[in-house]
């Protein structure tokens, strides 16, 4: 089977389970209905605060958003150990390795393509509502924050991908992910805020920052967020090399 219908078929796959495709399509519309909510309540009267970050705030709802993103990685891939689908799916495509790329491919793809798109509309959805406090796109380092969001939620999808082939378990994974950015790392970095700064969330976080604070830089963030995709992936890459079916 070439590599183009190998693609094909994955993109097939993940469009026919509807926990996939709700996932994806969650990680547009809950960041989208929490922005206008939060902004639409209480945008301006959070603004006047003294510590308030323009740019960074306006990227608040990609916490929710990248638990979906985080779910869509991991249903994408937890399909495949359901009722022996990743047997038959091993059978059409005996090359483990171009298996497993392509579906990480089209996982990552359609991560990218719908984060960039998300954080675009909410970064200009929510700044409908702030008035005289609102930021354009022309604002320092709010089209590097959008792209870099983007690409942020695509990164933790991918890591939620690779870990769930090296736990074959959708639910062990959401129970570790999860929690691990909603609290963990926030109560590490209460501890420890040097160690969580390397974190896979607060990391990937900076570039949503104007002017981010400690060790790492916008960019250099995301790279160490990228760096605890490519483990998780390598990981994976290994499991379903050496693992039976």
């Known amino acids: 089977m070439s590599t183009t219908a190998v693609l094909r078929s994955e993109w097939i796959k993940i469009k026919s389970v509807r926990a996939s495709l709700g996932s994806l399509v969650a990680v547009f519309v809950a960041t989208l209905a929490v922005t ?22 306006a990227f608040y709802a990609l916490n929710f958003g990248q638990i979906a993103a985080i779910s869509f990685g991991t249903t994408a891939m937890s399909s495949e150990y ?12 005996p090359r483990r390795g171009l298996f497993y790329g392509a579906k990480i491919a089209v996982v990552g793809a359609l991560a990218l393509g719908t984060g960039i798109l998300t954080s675009f509309v909410a970064f200009l959805s929510g700044q409908a509502f702030m008035e005289d ?3 354009g796109l022309g604002h320092d380092g709010a089209v590097r924050a959008c792209v870099g969001g983007g690409i942020y939620l695509a990164l933790m ?31 590490v970095g209460d501890v420890a805020s ?9 990391a990937g976080q900076q570039i949503l920052h104007e002017n981010p604070t400690g060790t790492l830089g916008p960019w250099a963030g995301l790279a160490v967020t990228a760096a605890w995709a490519a483990v998780s992936l390598l990981a994976g890459w290994w499991a379903v090399r050496r693992r039976d079916a």
């Open 36 to 57: 206008v909510l939060a902004f639409a309540t209480i945008g301006t009267v959070e603004a006047d605060n003294a510590d308030y970050e323009p740019l960074f705030g």
């Open 157 to 187: 999808a991918l890591l939620a991908a690779g870990l769930t082939v090296v736990l074959r378990s959708g639910v062990a994974v959401l129970s570790i992910l999860i929690p691990f950015t909603l609290i963990v790392s926030f109560v």
């Open 82 to 93: 359901l009722n022996g689908a990743l047997r038959i799916s091993l059978s059409a495509v």
């Open 194 to 202: 040097g160690v969580a700064g390397f974190l896979p969330d607060r």
């Open 133 to 135: 406090y609102a930021i």
